[in-house]
């Protein structure tokens, strides 16, 4: 009887070591936390650069495909992972490596590992830094997803941390979200080499394109111009027209008297910024459509952006927008005109 009440104690005793073990592995397996503490831009891969590599994606823009022709230059994007481990509990962990899925906006563009091969004792955080290279391959399903967000990747980190809590192997699931900007990036990049191709000879060839770059990171930074005149008189035209190569485009408008017309022009293309403005009278305007040298109210030459102002008599005038002297570029050509009488 009394061994029988011995080995009971013993069997209570037992059971309370066990549960107070449980409880505290439990606890341990609770405090264990894995998240990506930071996510940045390590670097691009870019392709070789050249003029000709500069004017194709010149050319893409003016496709409208300028989201595309910036990262026809990419290779692949690295970016810096550091993931930040913690052990809470009551007794050490030893953490092998990770695993985790990659999605870019959402996209799932690959598979991520990192080595671990560390002990975490109790209250004690570490660090792991990884080297994330996305191939160009993968990064096809997001291109479009990552210009329209202004160059920024949405990154998500989904995985498994394995924990080797003394005999147990103990999967800890995490998931963690950040965001990188490389618009930036690309950009100085692209103005750098435009810097260094600058000094070789083909001048003309060399600030088209150089204009055409320009036109492309203004594009990326929002920072199109706007043409914002303030005339005197009443608006006749206040409009934006496209001008494609080896034309012209023009507006009419008719002087009901005596007075003077005041304008301003601002050309944007992705080849060269340059446009020709002519004011004309019907007879001038008759006669430049035939080809013939004609006198002008105004002729702007070759010029981005220019003002004009006109003493006219009453009846219809034309603004010529010229950009027949052009092979490639199409020009957008933002107008305004005004008037008043004497």
Partial sequence: MKNTHVIGIVIIVILIIIAIFGAILYYSYTQIHVSLRDASYHSIEWSSFSWSTLLNLGLNVIAGNWLSAAFDLINGINLDL????????????????????????NVRVGKGYSQV????????????????????????????????????????????????????????QFESTKSISIKDEIKKKLESEIQRLKPQPQKEIASTISSSIKSFIDTLDGDVKNLDLRLSGSKIVDSTYRVPPGTYNWVSFTMQCTGTVQGGFLANAALGDDIIVYLLDENQFKGFE???????YYNSGKVESGTFSANL??????????????????????????????
């Fill in 313 to 342: 008599k009453s009846g219809k005038y034309y603004v010529v927008m010229s950009n027949s002297y052009s092979i490639f570029s199409t020009k957008t050509v933002q107008l305004q005109v005004a008037g008043s009488c004497r």
């Fill in 117 to 172: 091969d560390t002990t975490i004792y109790p209250g004690q955080t570490k660090e792991i830094s990884a080297l994330q290279n996305f191939k160009k391959s993968s990064l096809y399903p997001v291109i479009g997803s990552i210009v329209s967000n202004g160059g920024v990747i949405n990154l998500k980190v989904s995985g498994t941390a394995h924990f080797k809590l003394l005999v147990f192997d103990i999967p800890i």
């Fill in 82 to 105: 550091t993931f930040g481990l913690y052990n809470g509990g009551l007794l050490p962990v030893y953490i092998p490596d990770l695993s985790y899925d990659l999605l870019i906006n």
């Fill in 290 to 296: 035939n080809g013939e040298a004609v006198s002008t």
